[in-house]
């Protein structure tokens, strides 16, 4: 899987030079490489190019790859719409959910998290540019829903992830961007230390980046098209 390998590498190049434009250290841009619908040999390809970090929407594809390559120190993190029904799933297999936008889903990720595992490390999606079509918390709503995530045992707030509208030029895309880390600012502010704001994608990472990203989620840049 040369194409993998050499995806990543030009990949991670690109976001240590986005990294430098912000005055940031690169190592505080981590990628999370989006697997979903993609075969195991790539996944396979990209975790021997040294990447532990991938991301899945769907909770029965997520679990069948964790399982099949369970031997390997790999990180898996759930970004997909999250239904009350497929929580112990995603609670006994994964390590991160970046799509939290409900307190009863959080609860229920808590209740069903297996000790031995360690904490959950979660995300608060926020529906940053308030549309209709998205899911996620509007941001009024975030500071309530993140204490009380906070509070619950077993998982750890680790931050917030947004999912802007699509915007063409770079200053639209900063905005929303640069709310969200207001947002966790805000938080912050409030006594919630969070350190993860999971945002920003292939066409959109290097604002995502100048405006504070800690997580980027790339997908078809690394492994090409998905399977449909
Ligand atoms: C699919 C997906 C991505 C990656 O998209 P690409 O266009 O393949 O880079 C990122 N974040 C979320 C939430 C996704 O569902």
Redesign the pocket.
């Known amino acids: 899987m040369i194409g993998v390998t050499e995806n990543l590498r030009k990949i991670r190049d690109l976001l240590a030079e986005a990294a430098a434009e912000a005055g940031r250290s690169p190592a505080d841009v981590h990628l ?1 490489a ?1 697997s ?1 619908k993609q075969p195991l040999e790539k996944i396979v390809a990209a975790a021997d190019a040294g990447q532990c970090d991938f ?1 899945e ?1 769907i909770v029965q594809e997520g679990i069948d790859k964790i399982t099949k390559l369970a031997e390997r120190a790999l990180r898996w993190h759930f ?2 719409h999250l239904q009350s029904n497929k929580t112990r799933a995603v609670a006994e297999h994964f390590d991160w959910v ?2 939290v936008d409900k307190l009863k889903t959080a609860r229920r990720l808590s209740e069903q998290r297996p000790e031995s595992l360690g904490d959950l490390n979660v995300c608060i999606q926020v529906n940053i540019d308030e549309e209709d079509s998205k899911s996620g918390v509007p941001p009024a709503d975030v500071a309530e829903l993140a204490s009380a995530v906070a509070a619950l045992p077993r998982l750890r707030l680790r931050g917030l ?1 947004c ?1 802007p509208a699509i915007h063409d030029t770079f200053e639209e895309q900063r905005v929303p961007f640069a709310r969200t880390r207001e947002l966790a600012e805000s938080l912050a502010r409030d006594g919630l230390a969070m350190d993860t704001l999971s945002m920003g ?3 959109d990472y290097r604002a995502a980046i100048l405006e504070g990203a800690t997580i980027v ?7 090409g098209p ?1 399977a449909t």
């Open positions: 999370l989006v979903k991301g929407n970004i997909g970046h799509s992830m999912l994608m292939s066409d989620r790339i997908g078809t840049a690394v492994f998905r």
